[in-house]
């Protein structure tokens, strides 16, 4: 018997909410659960918002 495979989850920006179509995504971890940051929000994530 074949096992069905989860449907698989669209990951975007915990920022913008970007997708992977769109943009380079990062993956990190943020309580014990898998975040993606895309590379035009990270410095944003380092430096803070200005």
Not at 28 to 49: A, F, S, W
Request: net charge positive.
């Amino acid at each position: 018997m074949e096992k069905e495979q989860p449907a698989q989850e669209v990951k975007r920006c915990i920022v913008c909410k970007s997708t992977s179509e769109g943009r380079v995504l990062l993956k990190g971890v943020q309580n014990e659960k898998d975040v993606y940051c895309c590379t035009r929000c990270l410095p944003m994530l380092i430096h803070g918002p200005h």
